[in-house]
């Protein structure tokens, strides 16, 4: 039976240096990460979830709350392994391509997407997520933030670029200023390549 097996991350552990250490992407992709393939994999074994797809697993425990630990770590597996892909070496500033037009015409200019981006990931109470979505029927753009392990996914939204405001995302390197962490991820990581083939996907109707 297919098993649900950690991604390698998209570069090399310290590509992210100076703004995410070595260190952080060791304990948050090989320990916290591995964490939830593992336990999800242990929850699913023996179910008739098991042999399932990630998407098709999140779907079916959404909402189930005799499911919440299935859910919790097989979202927080497909979670992760999105802000892998939304971040990336020299990446981060003002978009090019579909995404830049389709952000001025949701937020009026890229400047007023960064303020309310940055804004949903510094209030976001707690752990959890921000996150950029497109609407699936007509691709509007938008901003929302999830709470723990909750996903766009379970809300038939379309992901196309997301921040972890987990406190284990950016504690070693930036301590308890959750602040500059998230402007640092809008200036020199975010990855605009990603978030235009999510955007590509979604328009293209394959987006999953």
Do not use: C
């Not at 703004?19 to 090989?30: P, Y």
């Not at 391509?97 to 007023?112: L, T, W």
């Not at 509007?140 to 392990?149: E, R, Y």
């Amino acid at each position: 039976m297919t098993t649900i097996t950690l991604p390698a991350l998209p570069y090399g552990y310290d590509a992210l240096e100076p703004h995410i250490s070595k260190e952080t992407l060791e304990f948050h992709h090989d320990k916290h990460h591995q964490t939830y393939v593992t336990n999800l994999n242990n929850l699913i074994k023996g179910t008739d979830l098991e042999g399932k797809s990630l998407e098709e697993i999140i779907v079916a425990s959404a909402g189930d709350a005799s499911k919440a630990g299935i859910f919790n770590n097989a979202a927080q597996v497909w979670n992760h392994t999105f802000y892998w892909n939304s971040i990336a070496p020299n990446g981060g500033g003002k978009p090019t391509g579909a995404i830049a037009a389709k952000i001025d015409e949701a937020f009026g200019s890229y400047e007023k997407f960064a303020e309310q981006f940055a804004n949903a990931a510094t209030t976001q109470f707690g752990s959890g997520w921000a996150w950029l979505v497109a609407d699936k029927v007509n691709g509007n753009l938008s901003i929302v933030k999830t709470s723990n392990a909750d996903t766009p996914l379970a809300h038939g939204q379309v992901a196309v670029l997301t921040i972890d405001v987990w406190e284990h995302a950016y504690y070693i390197d930036y301590r308890n200023a959750r602040p500059k962490y998230i402007s640092t991820f809008l200036e020199s990581l975010v990855n605009w390549d990603y978030a235009n083939a999510k955007l590509a996907g979604q328009a293209a109707g394959v987006e999953k």
